[in-house]
């Protein structure tokens, strides 16, 4: 029986807590949750399905709390919402039917690349700039590449709609963060549908690590509104950091050993 020890489920909670609150402020909650949730026992497909139900309640309370903060313009991401949505379920079709091991070795490069960029502009997203292309321009092409790979694979997705956002839209770290935050909870809950139509999810766990995530993550958005984007800056850089490093390890150096 799947989880079958009464201490899991208190454990879970906290892990979820932890992570929620990473989550809500740079991304990269995944890295926290994932792997327990695989070292615990359940399989992988019902790992990833469970980790989509709980970080639907993490990214939908900080996408909430941003939004309450005035940090989220709804009608200028609303193409983002609805194309992230359209990428996230096909993404989620093809993940039961595509080879993920190419993009699972580009990725954490691209991850380099973003790091790279961030940590060499120092006074990128300290405020907002001219964006470089329209709405429609941005958040179409972006909504269906980044909801696809969300649904597909999911690691440094939150990164990645960060860094674009601040680099191409001219957004502030805050505000690229909060945008962020409404197109990771729109890519879960579209993913999330799929996984639960193919019985996917373990619901005892996703549900227990979901009331983690919304303390979390209101922990999380609270600590991003009140101090701001010089505060988010740096935990961004070190959750991509860590997400490069646990990425190259598990796809190069720990396939090695084994």
């Avoid at 402020?25 to 070292?39: E, S, Y």
């Avoid at 092409?141 to 999911?154: E, I, K, V």
């Avoid at 440094?156 to 690229?176: D, P």
């Avoid at 193919?198 to 979901?210: D, E, N, Q, T, W």
């Amino acid at each position: 029986m799947l989880l079958a020890e009464w201490w899991m489920y208190p454990a879970l909670f906290a892990v979820a807590l932890i992570a929620g609150g990473v989550d809500a402020i740079a991304g990269g909650g995944g890295l926290i949750t994932v792997p327990v949730l695989l070292n615990l026992g359940l399989p992988p497909q019902i790992a990833l399905g469970t980790n989509k139900l709980q970080a639907s309640f993490g990214s939908t309370s900080a996408a909430w709390h941003y939004s309450r903060a005035g940090l989220v313009d709804v009608r200028t991401c609303g193409l983002g919402i609805l194309f992230t949505l359209v990428g996230s379920v096909f993404g989620a079709l093809a993940v039961q039917k595509l080879d993920a091991a190419v993009l699972q070795r580009v990725i954490p490069w691209l991850l380099v690349l973003l790091f790279v960029y961030t940590a060499a502009r120092p006074t990128a997203g300290h405020g907002d700039h001219p964006p470089r292309l329209s709405i429609a321009g941005f958040f179409i092409p972006a909504g269906l590449a980044l909801g696809f790979y969300d649904g597909f694979l999911g690691p440094g997705t939150g990164s990645f709609w960060t860094v674009l956002l601040i680099a191409v839209m001219g957004f502030n770290f805050l505000k690229a963060t909060a945008t962020t935050k409404v197109m990771n909870a729109t890519s879960n809950l579209g993913s999330l549908a799929l996984f639960l139509l193919a019985g996917s999810v373990h619901y005892k766990a996703g549900l227990v690590m979901g009331a983690g995530q919304l303390v979390g993550s209101r922990i999380g958005a609270h600590l991003a509104v009140t101090r701001g984007a010089r505060f988010v800056r740096p935990v961004f850089l070190g959750v991509v950091a860590i997400l490069i490093l646990r990425l190259l390890y598990s796809q190069y150096l720990n396939g090695r050993s084994g």
